[in-house]
């Protein structure tokens, strides 16, 4: 974690702190046994004696200088917590002060004392979890880790292994970030294209204000600046099975540039299906020996190793010329990055060895794979980021009283002498009166009073347009652009009848309005189809008129008014004269229409000010560059 540069006297220890610290002071107390220990683990270590000789003098220069410190300001923190395969505790057990990066000497060393404190306390440590950085993959080679030999001899055990994972959410970022600096990467199965991604957010864009199939992709997520790179939710949704079933549906309706994105979408299927594999956070989704994941993730592992195999022997074996008639040689052919690719490989394979001995020799059932990476991790940085306001990078004063903290205390806990208990605390922060009860309410009938206007006089009105002569449509174009799209409308209505279903009170009359059989799907349930996995509802065609009838009104307000306080009550009014089509029985018609239009039409609310928010964060984005192009800043 990136810390500001600063130091203060420790009158305890009469000392000027915040100057590099790798904890030389602790190992001493440890003792002359301790320190045997350690050096008996590196001479252990499967690497050429170079190698165990620069980390022994490094451990020599630290001893010889311990009253010395390194005159470096320190503007790293590294942390190392410790994490069990079950339950929810995670503990952070030590932090130490770097220059930069720690290089992977020192981590291997610090990793290896951690290691053998741990295993010494009664805590049994099977695998080391580290994100993708060139330091963290040097330090594995120290250990002996490659493609064909993913773990090590466990330095407390011979007779045990110590698997060796990277970090899965940082190797998402870097296949994400990979893609965009490349635009094209080959794969088997034909090019993964950039642009693909940019011809789908071409498409969603004809919606400005409308339902998009694709609503999570953004520009960002394509042209990411410096920070937005290691954000792992931009990663997620950049390869989430919903771009690939719009790539699919967009094709379906025509657009030429998304002809040839059988390989993208491929490709986001696959990393969505690795995803799940590898971040699994509840037992129905964990790993066991015969689940569908287990053995997805064992066939994926074995067909990379052979494609990895195969691209090396290639390597090596084949020289070409280029036009210029200069002898080159040709690259691995990798997907992805060396760095990414080895992740990947190892990670997949320790992984599938980890579950498959914590099972059979450890008594677990099942094994959540979210435990194997560094969420926890991220959340305790993000928690100190928080402890101190507006300012991300404290000092490392700072910082060292913070981690103390939240190693130890509860994050709610009254002060010392104070006149409050903690149950008291609790009650006050999370039973708070809410001042706005009696206004809440009142809106509340208001919406109710007006859905009961809306239907009764809507089934007086004359019939509309029939619904198929207008899905027969591609679009239904509202005005300044905007339209209706009728496959995003259908898979959303298709949500809406899977949830409506709490309103039928029961009645198999009512839940049968709500859906259709699949045999009865129509075109524009296109999406539903490429998207389902057997359990996505395709929406009777009575829902879909319904949901049209809301959706374009909203659209109309939505382009002929701003956004204020009291929107939904504009579209309301605009609800008046139309015909709204009633769903379900007799009996039940009128509660089950009003209780789907008021679902739906929160639900469109959220989506309404979402996407204003989206369009302020991009209007300040360019006004800051603006001013930063004046040197008004």
């Not at 991604?197 to 998009?212: F, Q």
């Not at 040839?260 to 066991?288: G, H």
């Amino acid at each position: 974690m990136k810390l500001t540069k600063g130091v203060h006297f420790d009158a305890s220890t009469l000392q000027v702190q915040g100057f590099k610290d790798l904890g030389e002071e602790a190992e001493e107390a440890l003792g002359d046994d301790f320190r045997d220990t350690v050096e008996e683990a590196i001479e252990s270590l499967p690497i050429d004696p170079k190698a165990k000789t620069r980390i022994q003098r490094r451990q020599q220069a630290q001893l010889k200088t311990k009253n010395e410190k390194d005159r470096n300001l320190g503007d790293h923190a590294l942390v190392i917590s410790f994490q069990p395969f079950r339950g929810k505790w995670v503990q952070a057990i030590a932090c130490f002060l770097t220059r930069g990066n720690a290089t992977d000497s020192e981590l291997t060393k610090l990793i290896l004392e951690a290691i053998i404190l741990l295993e010494q306390s009664g805590l049994l440590v099977d695998g080391v979890v580290t994100d993708g950085a060139s330091w963290n993959r040097t330090m594995w080679t120290k250990f002996g880790v490659s493609k064909e030999n993913c773990s090590a001899i466990h330095p407390c055990n011979p007779d045990r292994k110590l698997y060796f994972i990277s970090d899965f959410p940082h190797l998402m970022k870097c296949m994400r970030n990979c893609l965009c600096t490349k635009k094209i990467i080959q794969t088997p199965k034909g090019d993964v294209q950039l642009g693909h991604w940019e011809a789908v957010l071409e498409a969603d864009k004809l919606h400005k204000i409308g339902l998009r199939e694709a609503h999570k992709l953004t520009n960002d997520h394509l042209h990411p600046d410096p920070w937005q790179k290691m954000n792992v939710a931009m990663a997620w949704q950049f390869w989430s099975a919903s771009v690939g079933a719009a790539m699919e549906s967009y094709r379906f309706q025509g657009f030429e540039k998304l002809s040839d994105c059988d390989a993208s979408k491929e490709m986001c299927l696959l990393i969505k299906s690795l995803a799940d594999a590898m971040n699994s956070n509840r037992p129905q989704t964990a790993l066991r020996l015969d689940s569908t994941n287990f053995k997805w993730a064992d066939k994926k592992l074995n067909k990379k190793l052979q494609e990895a195999e195969k691209a090396r022997v290639h390597h090596l074996n084949a020289q070409g010329k280029n036009p210029r008639g200069k002898v080159v040689k040709y690259q691995e052919n990798f997907i992805f990055s060396d760095s990414t690719d080895i992740g990947l490989i190892v990670s997949l394979k320790n992984t599938l060895e980890l579950v498959q001995f914590l099972i059979k020799k450890c008594g677990f059932v099942f094994v959540m794979t979210a435990r194997l990476n560094q969420d926890a991790l991220e959340r305790f940085f993000g928690l100190v980021r928080q402890s101190c306001g507006g300012n991300t990078h404290p000092e490392p004063r700072v910082f060292a009283q913070l981690f103390r903290l939240l190693s130890i205390y509860s994050l709610i806990k009254p002060c010392r002498g104070s006149n409050i208990t903690g149950g008291e605390m609790v009650k006050t922060l999370f039973n708070l009166e809410d001042l706005k009860e009696k206004n809440k309410k009142e809106r509340q009938k208001l919406l109710s009073d007006k859905l009961d206007e809306i239907i009764i006089k809507g089934q007086n009105l004359e019939e509309i347009t029939d619904l198929m002569e207008v899905v027969q449509k591609d679009h239904d174009y509202i005005g300044d652009g905007e339209a209706v799209d009728q496959f995003a409308l259908s898979y959303v209505t298709g949500f809406v009848a899977r949830h409506s279903k709490r309103y039928t009170a029961g009645c198999k009359e009512c839940t049968t309005c709500l859906k259709k059989e699949e045999k009865d799907k129509t075109d524009v349930d296109m999406l539903i189809t490429t998207k389902s996995k057997g359990y996505l509802t395709y929406p009777s065609d009575a829902l879909v008129e319904l949901t049209h009838t809301l959706e374009k009104n909203i659209l109309k307000t939505a382009v002929n008014s701003e956004l204020e306080e009291n929107i939904l009550f504009l579209v309301l009014e605009g609800l008046e004269n139309s015909k709204v089509k009633t769903i379900g029985c007799e009996e039940h018609k009128h509660e089950l229409t009003k209780s789907i239009m008021k679902f739906y039409l929160i639900m469109r609310m959220h989506f309404l000010t979402r996407k204003w928010n989206e369009n302020t964060k991009k209007d300040k984005k360019q006004q800051k560059a603006l001013r930063k192009q004046a040197h008004i800043t």
